[in-house]
Structure formats: C-alpha cells, structure tokens
C-alpha cells in the first residue's frame, strides 16, 4: 500500500526525467543551429571579402586602361597609338595557337591571373595562327623589362617579344 501512495511521485519523477531529456536534446538542436548559421555567415563574409577583391581589381585595370588610353608616358602603349614613321614597336606575346577556341581558353586563364591580352591572328605560310599579344611599347627597355616581368611568373615561361618597324 506504501508503494501506491508513492506511485504519483515516481510517475512525476520520470516524467521530469523525461523531459530534463527532451530539453537537453532541444538545447543540443540550438546549439547545432547556431553553429551552422555561424559557419554560413562566415562563409558569406568569405565570398564578399572575395568579390571585394576581384572588383579592387577590376577598378584597377580600369584606372590602367583609362590611363593608356589619354597617353600616358609610364603606361605600355596599345595598338590605337599612332606611330611614327621608321620607329619600332615591341610588341611581347604569351602563346600561339591554331585554334581560336584554345587561344580565347589560354587568354581566360591570363586574366585569371590579372594578366590582360588581346587575341592576335597572324598569317604564316598560308596558316593562321592565334597570339595572345601582352603588351607593345614604343621602348626596347620597357618592352625587355615587360617581358621579363612576365617571364619571371610560373604560368608565363614561354613568352617572346617581337620587333616590328612602322612604315
């Protein structure tokens, strides 16, 4: 008879227990929650920090082209620069290729590295070829200097400069 006076008090006991349980487990969901959202933000941060940096890069290349382009003395000379009868232009490339398709692949590669270029067909013997051109001076020293600028990276051993005399 003692045992079913008792009995309610042990049913509340284990229902306590029970839930003592479930409160655990709920705290141990929050916690897990939490963490996820954590790693998620920081993952976010990662990808914005990330996005900053191409578009630093980005507004750089386009503060570089704006200057090549109003003439600049300290900036390597494009193509649209009028030259003068008789002087040469040092004009460095990266890569040649048969395929278009693999020169446009070559020069998505460059700009991957920050390295901008301009795909180049040129006839020889009677085949076209697909350069990528890298830059063209006015000046064998910051043509020579440009060329062993690029060299010196890993992914741009195989870089050569040619001179061409305007006409």
Do not use: C
């Not at 487990?25 to 998620?40: F, L, M, P, S, W």
């Not at 200057?67 to 649209?80: D, I, L, P, R, Y």
């Not at 070559?106 to 020889?124: N, S």
């Not at 051109?133 to 741009?156: F, G, I, M, Y």
């Amino acid at each position: 008879m003692k045992i079913k006076s008792y009995l309610p008090f042990l049913m509340l006991i284990l229902l306590g227990a029970i839930q003592g349980e479930a409160s655990a487990n709920a705290i141990d969901d929050e916690i897990a929650a939490a963490t996820k959202a954590y790693e998620q933000a920081e993952a976010e941060a990662a990808k914005a920090e990330e996005k900053a940096k191409l578009t630093a890069a980005e507004a750089a290349a386009a503060t570089k082209a704006a200057k090549v382009a109003k003439g600049s003395k300290n900036q390597t000379h494009t193509s649209e620069s009028t030259p003068v009868v008789g002087q040469a232009r040092y004009f460095i490339y990266l890569s040649s290729d048969k395929s278009e398709a693999r020169a446009a692949f070559e020069q998505r590669r460059f700009a991957r590295h920050d390295i901008q270029t301009t795909i180049m067909p040129v006839t020889i013997d009677q085949h076209v070829w697909y350069r990528l051109l890298a830059s063209q001076h006015h000046n064998k020293a910051e043509a020579l200097a440009r060329l062993n600028s690029l060299k010196s990276t890993a992914w741009v051993k195989s870089a050569w400069m040619e001179v061409q005399r305007a006409k």
